[in-house]
């Protein structure tokens, strides 16, 4: 195995098998295991072009992408904001639009009233006053926080990340371990990922629509919750498209395979020895995916899109056993 993996990390060519779960789960299990589950397979080039679609070359080639920070070749580690901190960045937002625009536009109408003859030289500085007092001293204290972080450094990482978010779940690919995380960064489960099952759960929303969630729960404990990795793509696609996630991550964290061929992972697949492997026998370009123009980028995704759905491409490869014979 590369000697950047540890032994525990998964690899769909050399692995133990596992025991197979009991026959006649609780009822708890059952409810917490309810829908369609995925089997384990060995990979192929399809991609969740809803999980990435965002990921557009100009935010990869940003100054402030913060997308690496939380998905590299070592791990994926999304992060999730703390209670409070929803609140504040929406009214952090409205500070800021008020100092671009709305101090600006009274400043403006500040100067132009100071023409009218309705308008006393005293009454124009007393409304100067008053924009300054009611708009940009409560924008700039509201948003002082965010400014001064910027100036001290302007980069985005997780120490400062851990300011207003914690950590959902942990998918390392190095050491193949999954870790699910609490309130304050509380560790509530730690599994090597061949552990879990891939299970495809879904409800009828308020609106009579079925809404997804793809599920990552552990085979051998009945935890009550899972890690779901279906909010990389969402909550209303279709069913093959959840597939091509699972497919996605299978390939992210077994290290008997290139990383996925995506905009977020493209600046560290020099740094993942089984991915230098195989760029350097396919010839690929190393920057494929960074030297797109935004418009490009979006054509490229839609055209991937359009060809996995018409031509009905398998969304998954072959399945792979990975149980003890019965």
């Not at 992408?65 to 929406?90: K, M």
């Not at 851990?162 to 609490?182: D, I, P, Q, W």
């Amino acid at each position: 195995m590369n000697r950047t993996y540890q032994p525990t990390a998964y690899n769909s060519r050399d692995f133990k098998r596992q025991p197979r779960p009991a026959e006649n789960p609780g009822w708890s299990e059952r409810m917490h295991r309810r829908g369609e589950k995925f089997g384990y397979s060995q990979v192929n080039d399809s991609i969740a072009t809803s999980a990435i679609r965002e990921q557009t070359p100009s935010l990869v080639n940003g100054d402030d992408n913060c997308l690496g920070q939380f998905w590299t070749h070592q791990r994926l580690e999304p992060y999730t904001f703390v209670r409070w901190a929803g609140f504040y960045f929406f009214i952090a937002s409205m500070a800021k639009v008020a100092l671009q625009f709305a101090y600006p536009f009274f400043v403006f109408l500040c100067v132009i009233i100071s023409f009218s003859d309705a308008w006393t030289l005293w009454d124009v500085f007393d409304f100067f006053i008053e924009i300054n007092l009611y708009i940009a001293l409560p924008a700039i204290i509201i948003y002082s926080p965010i400014l001064w972080l910027n100036w001290r450094d302007p980069q985005i990482d997780k120490e400062k990340v851990s300011l207003f978010a914690r950590k959902r779940y942990t998918m390392n690919r190095e050491t193949g371990m999954v870790t699910l995380y609490g309130e304050k960064n509380r560790v509530i489960f730690t599994h090597p990922f061949i552990e879990f099952d891939c299970i495809l759960a879904s409800n009828p929303n308020h609106q009579g629509l079925l809404s997804y969630q793809l599920m990552l729960m552990h085979r051998y404990h009945d935890y009550g919750q899972g890690i779901n990795i279906g909010v990389m793509s969402g909550v209303n696609m279709p069913r093959a498209e959840y597939r091509r996630l699972w497919n996605m991550i299978q390939q992210y964290m077994d290290v008997s395979q290139p990383l996925p061929d995506i905009p977020m992972l493209e600046p560290f697949r020099e740094q993942d020895e089984t991915t230098v492997a195989y760029d350097k026998q396919t010839g690929r370009n190393p920057r494929y995916w960074r030297e797109m123009t935004d418009e490009a980028f979006e054509q490229k995704i839609t055209e991937i899109a359009r060809i996995q759905r018409e031509e009905d491409l398998p969304p998954t490869g072959p399945e792979l056993n990975i149980f003890e014979p019965a």
